[in-house]
């Protein structure tokens, strides 16, 4: 079950003017399930992107990044699968990713490098690209602006729900909108972004302005989450923006409507990003973990990943066993060479653990207990070295990560 996650509610995912979306059953991962979307962008409309930094990364992340900066004609469409991930496939599968771009710019009268390929699923498996192409024609036949549910479930994979997200915001008089969708639920920690993640909105942006704003969300949002520690091969964050909703040219991310519109794509984004880890694979409980007075975010970040893809720490939330013990651990040889043992905090909730590296003497391990068996828990440390902080998002480890993982393919 997901931990504190519904379904989105079709009314509140808004339209994005300039977008339309339209899904297929291709047949491809399962027989009877969309597993084919088609995004369709209308002229004007400008597209950035981040990708995995697996270095094994998928054909179509390779296409991707050469569609983005060859310097080729605006991209007008996205294309996503699921069930099969094209990655470890070799040259093979870049000349069935580049044959899939081909196929849907034949029926949309484009060219193929204005189409972006993006694939999810098993990996070292052949993408059945003519099961693609017979599925083309029935997802553009659907392409309509207001499937923004129906195409977050066109792209599940082990998910156990759809992730959309939308919000709206008043620039200039004019409504704006943000709207997205992700997918993944398990190979989660981006070095980048999620398994998958498209967002889109119509604001009016000046040229050159996009590709900060994907990797300021990126970083704020889905370069914060941490399933299993695992960096796929596939990861891809794209957002979308149409300039259709008639406001003044954003010229600046730091102006007052700058500010305002990066407010909302950041929020889209870590709902987004936190819903991935919400309904990871087996999770029971949903873990904020913040570590505060770092010499660098940096040095932040690398504690907070220690404690988050501990096993040893993961399996004691899912026990609610507060071992906490494993997490000042986890601190210990997250790579600070100069680590002062004797300044550090831990707070579990409002449970003040450990002063100064040791057992905090008001500690009772009642009160660690109580905190471990909600579904919902903050681990905090301070480290007391600077002022810098971080936070990363990510879940316990349960049995039925194991089952489903060990089952996957089945």
Known sequence: MPVALLPPNPADLHAVAGLRLGVARAGIRKPGRADLLVVALDAGASVAGVFTQNRFCAAPVQVCREHLLGGAPAIRALLVNTGNANAGTGADGLVRARRSCVALAALMGLAPEQVLPFSTGVIMETLPVDRIEAGLPAAIADLQPAQWLQSAQAIMTTDTLPKAASRQLQIGGRTVTVTGISKGAGMIRPNMATML?????????????????????????????????????????????????????????????????????????????QAIVRDGEGATKFITVQVEGGVTEDECRLVAYAIAHSPLVKTAFFASDPNLGRILAAVGYAGIADLDQGLIDLYLDDVHVAHQGGRHPDYQEADGQRVMQQSEIAVRVLLHRGTASTTVWTCDLSHDYVSINADYRS
């Open 197 to 273: 993640g498209f967002v889109a909105t119509d604001a009016v942006l000046a040229p050159g302005l996009l590709q900060p704003l994907v990797k300021l969300a990126a970083d704020a949002s889905f370069n914060r989450i941490t399933i299993d520690g695992d960096t796929s091969t596939n990861d891809s964050f794209v957002l979308i923006a149409t300039h259709q909703a008639g406001h003044a040219q954003i010229d600046s991310l730091s102006s007052a409507d700058g500010l305002l519109l990066c407010e909302a794509v950041l929020a889209v984004s870590r709902q987004l990003a």
